[in-house]
């Protein structure tokens, strides 16, 4: 059982929930570590059992999605966090991401699409649905406040933010790169001490932005 990767599933709609925990239990071999109808009920779960990912609604009474993914930053810094919603509005979407949300997908994107994000978001690379890629992309237009300046990065430093937009693994980056995961870590604590981005989803989105890059 604890070979298998742990998902927590917050959702408040309860015909969803139950398909999912079908769907990743089989087709996926996950184990689900539990199912909770919104951030409270995920809250104290989570005391009570562990989990490696949560598969994170938004628009859930009593706490949402985005307040949920602030906290589980905080108190369960191990944990991974992914956001399979389909409201999609700039602010939030934006929240989401600056609160931590290693992806964020939509809901319509189809099982195959759902597991694929949360392995790949397990291996360390970043999910973001292309449709929310591009509202992320005007809402930081609009908002001087999350652009980033990518100027006083090195050359190699430059090099890891376009490899990790382009959803590679730190070992991906390291065999690509020819040097060692070691130095790819390196690099990547520098890039976030340097930009104040904290997350591979908010570099992804903000170099994106700065660079063109798609």
């Not at 709609?13 to 689900?32: A, P, T």
């Not at 779960?45 to 628009?59: G, N, Q, S």
């Amino acid at each position: 059982m604890r070979d298998k990767l742990r998902v927590l599933i917050v959702e408040d709609d309860v015909l969803l929930s139950e398909s999912l925990e079908i769907v990743l239990s089989v087709k996926g071999d996950m184990y689900i570590a539990g199912v909770a109808r919104n951030g409270d009920e995920a809250l104290s779960m989570l005391r009570i059992v562990e989990a490696d990912i949560a598969l994170v609604d938004l628009k859930m009474e009593k706490m949402d999605g985005v307040e949920l993914i602030r906290h589980i930053r905080e108190e369960y810094p191990g944990m991974k966090t992914l956001v399979l919603t389909t409201f999609y509005s700039d602010k939030d979407i934006a929240g989401a991401i600056q609160n931590g949300a290693s992806g964020y997908i939509l809901k319509g994107s189809g099982v195959e699409s759902i597991i694929a994000a949360i392995v790949n978001v397990m291996a360390g690379r970043s999910v973001i649905d292309e449709k929310v890629m591009k509202r992320l992309s005007e809402y930081i237009k609009k908002n001087d406040n999350l652009s980033r300046d990518f100027r006083g990065l090195t050359k190699r430093e430059l090099d890891i933010c376009e490899l990790i937009a382009k959803g590679y693994s730190n070992e991906q980056m390291a065999k690509s790169l020819f040097i060692s995961e070691g130095t790819v870590k390196n690099h990547i604590s520098s890039i976030y001490e340097k930009t104040g981005l904290r997350s591979r989803a908010k570099l992804t989105s903000s170099y994106i932005e700065s660079s063109g890059l798609f």
